[in-house]
């Protein structure tokens, strides 16, 4: 079964729902049980990188273990930020390190927050597009963004005066910087593929 991890932080209910409404059986957790059983394992949010983290506590090494044994991960959001090794939101914060890369702030001049639709050049390579065209248009609201140095990582862009990174996969492990829940059937689509990920992996 897939696990939302349930740590106190935004969109995880909404998360759950949209799961829910593609025929997705979810579980809400926070046990470390689940986290370590799980066929898929998603790490939503909607708050501050550092008070994520801190919300996250112990689960995080559970995240960590789950995903070097080849479970399929997506962060969404804030989630997805932490997917990197550390953010300089409100000081510097450890992420979970999944993904060589930082957390940085979009730069001055833009307007910030970043908040509403843009348009997403999706790479055919990268298993969470599938069935989808060349670009389309997904559900931002973030002051942050994540600078990847990863060779391994595939790298998906949103034009917002410079190419700002706006989805990563490295291996099992996914994430957008985009709320696939609220980017209507374009991100419901999204969460099939992830859906279908895990049940490729032979553990969905």
């Given at each position: 079964m897939i696990i939302v991890i349930d740590y106190n932080v935004g969109n995880v209910k909404s998360v759950c729902n949209a799961f829910d409404y593609i025929g997705c059986e979810t579980k809400l957790s926070a046990e470390p049980q689940d986290i370590q059983n799980a066929t898929g394992l998603v790490l939503p949010g909607v708050a501050a990188f550092g008070y994520a983290i801190r919300e996250l506590g112990g689960l995080a090494e559970h995240v960590k273990a789950a995903a070097g044994k080849g479970t399929p991960l997506l962060g969404i959001c804030v989630g997805y930020q932490l997917l990197f090794e550390q953010s300089e939101e409100k000081g510097i914060h450890k992420g979970l390190g999944?993904?060589?890369?930082?957390?940085?702030?979009?730069?001055?001049?833009?307007?910030?927050?970043?908040?509403?639709?843009?348009?997403?050049?999706?790479?055919?390579?990268?298993?969470?597009?599938?069935?989808?065209?060349?670009?389309?248009?997904?559900?931002?609201?973030?002051?942050?963004?994540?600078?990847?140095?990863?060779?391994?990582?595939?790298?998906?862009?949103?034009?917002?005066?410079?190419?700002?990174?706006?989805?990563?996969?490295?291996?099992?492990?996914?994430?957008?910087?985009?709320?696939?829940?609220?980017?209507?059937?374009?991100?419901?689509?999204?969460?099939?593929?992830?859906?279908?990920?895990?049940?490729?992996?032979?553990?969905?």
């Amino acid at each position: 079964m897939i696990i939302v991890i349930d740590y106190n932080v935004g969109n995880v209910k909404s998360v759950c729902n949209a799961f829910d409404y593609i025929g997705c059986e979810t579980k809400l957790s926070a046990e470390p049980q689940d986290i370590q059983n799980a066929t898929g394992l998603v790490l939503p949010g909607v708050a501050a990188f550092g008070y994520a983290i801190r919300e996250l506590g112990g689960l995080a090494e559970h995240v960590k273990a789950a995903a070097g044994k080849g479970t399929p991960l997506l962060g969404i959001c804030v989630g997805y930020q932490l997917l990197f090794e550390q953010s300089e939101e409100k000081g510097i914060h450890k992420g979970l390190g999944l993904i060589k890369g930082d957390v940085i702030p979009i730069p001055p001049g833009k307007t910030i927050p970043h908040m509403g639709w843009n348009l997403v050049e999706l790479p055919r390579e990268m298993e969470l597009f599938a069935g989808l065209p060349e670009k389309k248009h997904f559900y931002f609201a973030h002051s942050y963004y994540a600078d990847i140095h990863d060779r391994q990582a595939k790298i998906a862009f949103t034009e917002y005066g410079f190419e700002m990174t706006a989805s990563v996969q490295k291996n099992n492990i996914f994430g957008v910087q985009f709320h696939p829940e609220k980017s209507g059937p374009s991100g419901l689509q999204i969460l099939k593929n992830f859906a279908e990920i895990c049940q490729k992996e032979k553990r969905c």
